[in-house]
């Protein structure tokens, strides 16, 4: 039998799957346990693409991989961490404060609580630990405020059989599957998850989709290639906001296609990640 390989990792499947309302019960389970928000606020929220506001006229779009929009002045952004980077942890605290201090103007007396949510696929603080927690604290080590706190999920870590939250190993089992029939041999028997395993299947099956998805996992090999042959930081650097703007322009022909295969815009942008704004506006150029 051939088994069907997969990376839910790779950025477009993992927007897919946290994004997909079908797949909600199982998201929110997992992010309740971690970032301690109850389960029936997270399945309620509003989970959309992560365009993070400018604060700057001139300044370059940022785009955060799910932001959740939940009661209580609450949010929470989700970014899954593939590569080692200088910049990126900076990157992702940015957003983090962008969207604080955006959402404080809009006539509210206070700032709202944003918990920032680091799925890391290698172990930035070499630890044993599975979820590392930071928030902001005064000089003496006590915590200042609660308007932000920052959660890393050690995903090697969390796999380990050490590990003894069965919520949060459950779902990052799940998420680090390989092939679509070690899944469905897995939760055989669970209809939460072996609904998530339709929704992999469908994309895995989608011409547009999977279009994408080889794109994504043809520039995660030209990284991994670059750094083994031993490129200084600088060049990294580079090479990743040279990826960057190639997934960029790969979103605008993606987008195209599937309107002109009569998929609806909210829908595209589900999947490929561009807002129904940016998405209209790109249909009305020429």
Do not use: C, W
């Amino acid at each position: 039998m051939i088994e069907t390989k997969i990376n839910l990792f790779n950025d477009a499947m993992f927007k897919a799957i946290f994004r997909n309302p079908k797949n909600r019960k199982i998201i929110s389970e997992f992010l309740s346990e971690v970032t301690g928000v109850k389960q029936e606020l997270l399945e309620q929220a509003n989970y959309q693409g992560g365009e993070i506001p400018k604060k700057k006229l001139e300044e370059k779009g940022k785009i955060a991989d799910l932001i959740i929009k939940i009661e209580d002045n609450q949010q929470i952004i989700v970014e899954m961490n593939q590569y080692r980077s200088n910049y990126i942890f900076e990157k992702n605290t940015s957003y983090a404060f962008s969207i604080s201090s955006e959402s404080s103007k809009k006539g509210r007396r206070e700032y709202p609580r944003v918990i920032l949510v680091n799925l890391d696929k290698f172990n930035p603080f070499q630890t044993k630990e599975g979820i590392i927690r930071f928030q902001l604290r005064d000089e003496e080590g006590h915590v200042e405020t609660e308007i932000y706190e920052s959660i890393h999920i050690i995903l090697e870590n969390i796999i380990d059989k050490q590990y003894n939250n069965n919520k949060i190993k459950k779902f990052i089992e799940f998420m680090a599957s390989e092939t679509i029939e070690e899944m469905k041999e897995r939760y055989e028997g669970d209809e939460e998850y072996m609904a998530a395993i339709r929704t992999v299947e469908e994309l895995s099956t989608d011409p547009n989709f999977v279009g994408y998805y080889d794109l994504e996992e043809a520039h995660k090999q030209e990284l991994e290639d670059m750094r083994e042959t031993g490129y200084d930081d600088g060049m990294e650097e580079g090479i990743e906001k040279g990826i960057e703007k190639g997934k960029t322009e790969n979103q605008k022909e993606v987008a195209r296609a599937m309107y002109a295969d009569g998929v609806a815009i909210d829908t595209i942008s589900k999947y490929v990640g561009i807002s129904i704004e940016k998405i209209q506006s790109l249909l009305n150029e020429k």
